[in-house]
C-alpha cells in the first residue's frame, strides 16, 4: 500500500514540476512583509505606513519563521507549499475520512491520484501563496468533523482537537472562516450543540484574537486588501460566474468521481459525510462567484473545491467497492479519469498561462538593476507589480493598485467591469506623493491601470517625470522606467552585468 502512496505522490511532484518556475507576484507581496519583520520593522510592506496589505497572516509568520533560520523565503514558499500539498494527497490516501468495514487501498488512490492531477492543487503547491497550507487544514478540519459525525469520537479532548484545524483555518485565511462556520453549523444538526461550540471555540478565538490584533496595529475592522478585492456588483458576478464555470470544466474529472459520493449519499451510505462535503462545495462555489473569481492563473480558488471532491470521491468509490464492483473496473475508470484530466488542462487557456507566465523572474532583474543603479539610495518606487520590484529593491513603495495602501484602497473602483482588484487607483494622490520612480508592470511603455491613466491626463507627470529606457537582464531586455527630472540618481548609468536568475 505504502508503493500506492509513492506513486500519487509522484504525480502530484511530476505535475507540478510541469509548472515550475511560476510564482505568483501576490507572494512576493508576502514575503516583503516576512522579510521586513525579520528585519525589526514589523508587519509592514513599506517604510511610514502600517497597513494589513496580506491576507494570510499565518503564512507569512511561517515565512519569517522559515526566514529567521537561514532559509531563502522563495525556497520556503515553494517548499512548505509542496509539502502541505503532499500531506493533502498523503491524507487522502490514508483515508482519514473512511468508513468502518472497508478496507481496500484503492478509493485512497482514486482519490489521491485525481487530486494530484488537480491543476488548482498542482500548480498552487509551488507558486507562493497560502493555498498549500489552506488545503491541508481544510482537509484535517473535514476528516475529524465527519469522524464526529459518523460517531467515532466524542470526548473532550477529540473535540478539541478537531477544533485546532477550524483555527487554523481562520489564520491562514480570512474566509476560512466561511468554510469553518459550513461545519460547524452541518455539525449542530447532527451532535449535541456544546460539540457544536467545543468545535466554534478556537475558530472564535482565532478569529478574534485577529480582529484584536488588527486593531492594536494596523486600526482598522478589515484588511485592507478587503477593500480592493470586495466591490460586489451585477458585473462582477457575471465575471465570477464565468470563473466557475470554466474551472468548474478543469476539474470535471473530480466533479464526475465525487458525483458516485453524492450518489452514494442520496442512497443513504455515510449520508452525513456527503451533507457535509456537498454543502462546502456549493457554498464555496457560490463565494466564489460572488466576490468576482480570481485574476491568477490555474484556478487558485478552486483549491478547496478540489480537497471537497476528493474526499466525496473515496466515499463513492468505498460504495461502489461495497456494492461489488471489481477492483480493475474502479482502476480503469480512474485511468479514464486521469487521461481525460490531461487532456482537459492541456487545452485550457489559464493552465497554460501558468505554464508560460515568467515575469515575476523578469521582475526581478529588473529589480536588482534597479538596486545596482540606484546604489546607496532608497527612492520612493510608485509600482503596479506590488511583489517582486519591492521585494528585490527593497525600496520603499507606493502600490498603486492600492492592496498596499490605504488611501487607494478606499477610492471607489473607477469602473463597474474592471479587473478584480486593478480598478482601484488616484493618479493625483501618486503624484502628490512625489515618488522618484515609477515602474507600470514590469516596464510597460505606456501608463496603464487607473491610476496611471489618471496621471497620464494630469500635466504634472509630463513636466515632472520622463522616460528612461533601461536594459536589464541576461538577454539585456527594455523597460520603460519613469524618473523624475531632478533626481539625483543617474538612471541612466550603465551597470553591472552580473545578473543571476534566483529561482
Not at 477492483?327 to 475508470?333: F, K, Q, R, Y
Not at 536588482?368 to 528585490?392: Q, S
Request: proline share 5%; charged share 15%; aromatic share 10%.
Amino acid at each position: 500500500m505504502r508503493s500506492m502512496l509513492y506513486v500519487a505522490v509522484a504525480i502530484l511532484v511530476a505535475h507540478a514540476g510541469y509548472y515550475y518556475p511560476f510564482f505568483s507576484d501576490d507572494a512576493f507581496i508576502s514575503l516583503r512583509f516576512a522579510a521586513r519583520l525579520l528585519g525589526g520593522q514589523g508587519l509592514t510592506w513599506t517604510d511610514g505606513e502600517s497597513v494589513e496589505g496580506y491576507s494570510n497572516l499565518l503564512w507569512v509568520l511561517l515565512m519569517a519563521a522559515s526566514g529567521a533560520v537561514g532559509v531563502d523565503l522563495v525556497t520556503a514558499a515553494r517548499a512548505l507549499g509542496m509539502i502541505c500539498t503532499g500531506a493533502t494527497v498523503a491524507w487522502l490516501f490514508a483515508s482519514s475520512i473512511r468508513g468502518r468495514g472497508t478496507t481496500s487501498f484503492i478509493p485512497s488512490l482514486v482519490a489521491a491520484a485525481l487530486a494530484a492531477l488537480s491543476a488548482p492543487l498542482a500548480v498552487w503547491s509551488i507558486a507562493g501563496l497560502e493555498q498549500p497550507l489552506f488545503g491541508m487544514f481544510l482537509i484535517g478540519s473535514i476528516a475529524a468533523t465527519i469522524k464526529l459525525l459518523e460517531g467515532d469520537t466524542s470526548t473532550n479532548r477529540q473535540l478539541w482537537q478537531t477544533s485546532l484545524p477550524l483555527g487554523l483555518l481562520c489564520l491562514t485565511r480570512p474566509d476560512g472562516l466561511l468554510l469553518v462556520a459550513i461545519i460547524v453549523a452541518v455539525a449542530a444538526g447532527f451532535v449535541r450543540l456544546r460539540m457544536a461550540l467545543v468545535l466554534a471555540a478556537l475558530p472564535a478565538l482565532a478569529v478574534g484574537g485577529q480582529l484584536a490584533f488588527r486593531l492594536w496595529y494596523y486600526h482598522d475592522w478589515l484588511p485592507n486588501t478587503a477593500y480592493v478585492k470586495l466591490a460586489p456588483s451585477v458585473e462582477r458576478l457575471r465575471l465570477g460566474l464565468d470563473y466557475v464555470r470554466h474551472g468548474c470544466w478543469v476539474v470535471l474529472p473530480l466533479f464526475v468521481a465525487a458525483a458516485m459520493g453524492v450518489v452514494a449519499g442520496v442512497r443513504g451510505y455515510r449520508r452525513r459525510a456527503v451533507i457535509l462535503l456537498a454543502t462546502l462545495t456549493a457554498i464555496w462555489l457560490a463565494y466564489v462567484a460572488a466576490i468576482g473569481g480570481d485574476v491568477f492563473p490555474a484556478y487558485r480558488m478552486f483549491g478547496p473545491v478540489a480537497v471537497c471532491l476528493a474526499c466525496l470521491t473515496v466515499v463513492g468509490v468505498q460504495w461502489l467497492a461495497s456494492a461489488g464492483l471489481r477492483p480493475l473496473a474502479l482502476l480503469t475508470g480512474t485511468a479514464a479519469l486521469l487521461a481525460a484530466s490531461a487532456i482537459i488542462e492541456s487545452r485550457d487557456a489559464e493552465c497554460r498561462r501558468a505554464n508560460e507566465e515568467r515575469w515575476e523572474w523578469g521582475g526581478q532583474q529588473l529589480a536588482l538593476e534597479l538596486r545596482r543603479r540606484a546604489g546607496d539610495a532608497r527612492p520612493l518606487m510608485a509600482v503596479t507589480a506590488a511583489g517582486c520590484l519591492p521585494y528585490y529593491t527593497e525600496f520603499p513603495a507606493l502600490d498603486m493598485l492600492g492592496l498596499c495602501d490605504r488611501h487607494i484602497a478606499r477610492q471607489p473602483p473607477a469602473t463597474s467591469d474592471g479587473w478584480l482588484a486593478h480598478d482601484h487607483g488616484d493618479g493625483r494622490y501618486v503624484l502628490d506623493r512625489r515618488p522618484e520612480l515609477i515602474v507600470f508592470h514590469i516596464g510597460s511603455p505606456q501608463p496603464m491601470f487607473v491610476s496611471g491613466l489618471q496621471m497620464a491626463a494630469d500635466p504634472r507627470f509630463h513636466r515632472d517625470y520622463r522616460q528612461v529606457k533601461l536594459p536589464y537582464g541576461p538577454e539585456r531586455k527594455t523597460a520603460y522606467i519613469w524618473v523624475r527630472r531632478d533626481s539625483a540618481i543617474d538612471w541612466e548609468r550603465p551597470a553591472g552585468e552580473d545578473q543571476t536568475l534566483g529561482r
